[in-house]
Each structure stands twice: as C-alpha cells, then as structure tokens.
C-alpha cells in the first residue's frame, strides 16, 4: 500500500520531501530518501536496514540484510526501480544484519568493508558469528553462505560512480570495524549503526567513548538527512536524539562509578531512569547490558 507525502523539516528553514514515500515489500517497506536513494526499512527476520543509490551507471547498496532470502527481497526492491547493474555493495559493519545476504550481491563488482569486518568474518569467527545468528530461528538462515568483503581499508575510501561521489569513513564504535557514507551532494549521511532511531542500540561490541567520537564526527558534516542502521531515515533529530542517548547512559553510569557502586546498583539506579527518558524507543530490554558494557569500559579507565 502506497503512503504518500511523508515530509519533515530538516536544517535551518529547509523543507525536505520524501520524494515518492513509501511502498510496501511484505514485511518491510522502501522509503525514496531523495530522488535515486531509497532505504528498505523494517525488514523480517531483524529490522537492519538497507540503502541502495540508483546512478547513472549502475546501483550503490549499503548493507545486504540478515539472511540470503532477505537480500532477495532487497534485490526485488531494485529491480522494480532499475534493471541496471549493481556495481558496489558496501557492508557498514560485520554484524550478520548487515551483512549475511552478501550472497545475494556476489556478481558486484566490489564487497567493500573495513579491513576488521572481513577478519572478523573470515574464517573460525565468522562462523561462530553465524552460528550465533542460527540459534536466534530467523527463517532461512540455514541457505547463509559467509561471504566475505573483497576490498577493505583502513580510515578513508571514495567511490566516485555515476555523477556521485561516496565518502566511505572508518569511526570505531559500535564495533572496531564501522563505516559510515557522506554523501555531500544529496547532503546525505548512511550512519550504519552508529545511529539506532527510536531504538535502544545494540552495544554488544562498543566501544562507548569512541562511539561518542564517531557521533560527533558524523554533527560536523555538513548534512539534513540521516540514514541509520535501525528505524527511519530522518533529519538531524535522528542523530541528536542518538548522542542524547548515550551521553545519558555514560553520564548515569560515571556518577554510580565515581560513588564507587556496584554493576548491579548501578544497574538498578541507571535502568529507570534511562527506561522514563527514552520510554518511547524499542528494545528497552538492551538497557542492562548497555550499562554494563558502558560500565566495564570506563571501569578500567577511572
Ligand atoms: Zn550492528
């Protein structure tokens, strides 16, 4: 079903369309960001999200979703725009949402990553990490073939393609192997999941103060929309309400440290507090190990 006329305000004055809104793929729905860039949201299975940028010489997709059969859904979605090539595939973390339905995208001409999301895909880890992902029963996960990035760096890459150019940018944070797009001419930031919107972020493998860093990176740039790795592509509010987050989270849990208190009292002090502020957002059962990895990072660093 067609949702036409989704619009917000963005910057200073500036009105930003949607252009076209938003149509339906099954579970999940492609929102047209700008004209030529469109990003599938609340996808099954887990709601990773996926961009792909239409140019004049072929497609650009961030990010291949959690299973083969969910990046066929993506690859459906394309093709009812363009039938021309797709010429990169970017993956902006290892994370299996992000990037087991590489597969799908194997025929591009380049899986591009940070050189740590091919380490940590490669081999036996890659495999536990895949392992991990097929106990949590998301249907065709089993037809996952790990499938590795082909062309890595290590702090910058520019793509120059089709009348675009994408700034591929290394920041530490919610692993050791982010990237995030700057896109100036759409004025267009794909934050991977540096950014959640709306949603408590996983932080399983952060890196809290760098996070933080990486965020304030990405509030330099020059930008009115912002795509993130969870939930709806969005204006600055999006990354504002992102750093409201966790300069929250580090706050509460760096006053319970200085008062020398435990994990669990801190848990028990930090947990509401963070529930009331942000009651609106998903996976609020993420807060508890939030705090403890937020916890243990500046544990050792007090
Ligand atoms: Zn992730």
């Excluded at 009105?15 to 996808?43: D, M, P, Y």
């Excluded at 996926?50 to 690859?75: Q, S």
């Excluded at 890196?207 to 939930?231: K, Q, R, T």
Aim: proline fraction near 3%; hydrophobic fraction near 40%; aromatic fraction near 10%.
């Amino acid at each position: 079903m067609a949702v036409k006329g989704l619009r917000w305000l963005a910057g200073v004055g500036l009105l930003i369309i949607i252009l076209g809104g938003v149509c339906s793929a099954e579970g999940a729905k492609t929102v047209e960001v700008w004209k030529n860039l469109f990003t599938v949201i609340n996808g099954d299975g887990i709601d990773s999200n996926t961009t792909f940028l239409i140019t004049r010489d072929g497609v650009v997709v961030v990010d291949t979703r959690v299973t083969p059969m969910e990046a066929a859904k993506v690859l459906k979605e394309i093709r009812k725009q363009t039938d021309l090539p797709i010429l990169y595939t970017i993956n902006t973390h290892y994370h299996g949402d992000h990037t087991f339905g590489n597969q799908v995208f194997k025929d591009s001409r380049a899986i591009i990553a940070h050189e740590n999301v091919r380490k940590t895909l490669f081999g036996s880890s890659g495999k536990a990490h895949l392992d991990f992902f097929k106990t949590m029963n998301i249907p065709g996960m089993d037809e996952t073939v790990i499938t590795l990035p082909n062309i890595v760096f290590k702090e910058k890459m520019e793509i120059f393609v089709g009348g675009y150019n994408l700034r591929l940018i290394h920041a530490r944070g919610h692993t050791d192997g982010d990237l995030f797009i700057y896109i100036e001419e759409l004025k267009t930031l794909i934050t991977g999941d540096l950014v959640f919107n709306g949603k408590i972020p996983y932080m399983g493998d952060a890196y809290v103060e760098e996070w933080i860093s990486a965020l304030n990176e990405l509030s330099n740039l020059d930008a009115e929309i912002y795509i993130p790795g969870h939930g709806a592509p969005g204006g600055k509010p999006v990354l504002l309400a992102m750093k409201d987050y966790i300069y929250n989270l580090k706050g509460m849990v760096l006053k319970q440290l200085e008062n020398g208190k435990s994990l669990k009292e801190t848990q028990d002090v930090v947990r509401p507090a963070l529930q009331e502020k942000f009651k609106t957002w998903k996976n609020l059962n993420w807060l508890d190990a939030n705090i403890k990895r937020t916890y243990l990072e500046y544990s050792l660093t007090q």
